[in-house]
């Protein structure tokens, strides 16, 4: 199977500050990876698909890269309610996994 | 507005069974694909299972082949998720998850979860 490893576990950063979050695919997933944020007590809401498609509704401040193996989540100025784990998916081979998560904290 | 709601879930003993279900509303849910995902206290989540549209297809994690089962309702718009053999390491939040229409099997709505502990 696909393993899915995020990094780092925890990320402490200002308000509006940049956070880059890591998803790193163990063979190459094309661009078929998904963003998730998570935040407490919350089910799960679809950040991004396709490693760089936003989800509807889903603010600017939000962008995915990278395919085949790398990818980066950039919150580009964090805000107070952005305060989450993100999780990554891969889509390209069955079975579906997720990443570990990356608890972002506001410092 | 897409509803997903799912119930079922409970204290059960190691060896025991459970069944899951989840009402889905605000969409046409003969239309997409649906899936079973949990998350393990304090843990990632894990996808379990998948069920397409049309009943036709399913597939399964290699941790729950063999003992757990998805199923699907369209005339009611419920998804089912009939656990056995269950184990403690099957204690989770499971949520009920609907495919997205775009290209690639991921999930644009999530229910909020049913909690299964399986514990002597």
């Known amino acids: 199977e696909v393993v899915v490893t995020q990094s780092p576990a925890t990320l402490s950063v200002s308000p509006g500050e940049r956070a880059t979050l890591s998803c790193r695919a163990s063979q190459s997933v094309s661009s078929n990876l998904a963003w998730y944020q998570q935040k407490p007590g919350q089910a799960p809401r679809l950040l991004i698909s396709?490693?760089?498609t936003r989800a509807t509704g889903v603010p600017a401040r939000f962008s995915g890269s990278g395919s085949g193996t790398e990818f980066t989540l950039t919150i580009s100025s964090l805000q107070s309610e952005d305060l989450a784990v993100y999780c990554c998916?891969?889509?390209?081979?069955?079975?579906?996994?997720f990443g570990g998560g990356t608890k972002v904290e506001i410092k | 507005e897409v509803q997903l709601l799912e119930s079922g879930g409970g204290l059960v003993q190691p060896g025991g069974s459970l069944r899951l279900s989840c009402e889905a509303s605000?969409?046409?849910?003969?239309?997409?694909?649906m899936s079973w995902v949990r998350q393990a206290p304090g843990k990632g989540l894990e996808w379990v299972s998948l069920i397409s549209a049309s009943d036709d297809s399913t597939f399964y994690a290699d941790s729950v082949k063999g003992r757990f089962t998805i199923s699907r309702d369209n005339s009611k718009n419920t998804l089912y998720l009939q656990l056995n053999s269950l184990r403690a390491e099957d204690t989770a939040l499971y949520y009920c998850?609907?495919?997205?229409?775009?290209?690639?099997?991921?999930?644009?709505?999530w229910g909020q979860g049913t909690l299964v502990t399986v514990s002597s």
């Open positions: 998850a609907k495919r997205s229409s775009g290209s690639g099997t991921y999930f644009d709505y």
């Open positions: 396709g490693a760089s």
């Open positions: 998916q891969q889509y390209n081979k069955w079975p579906l996994t």
């Open positions: 605000g969409f046409t849910f003969s239309s997409y694909a």
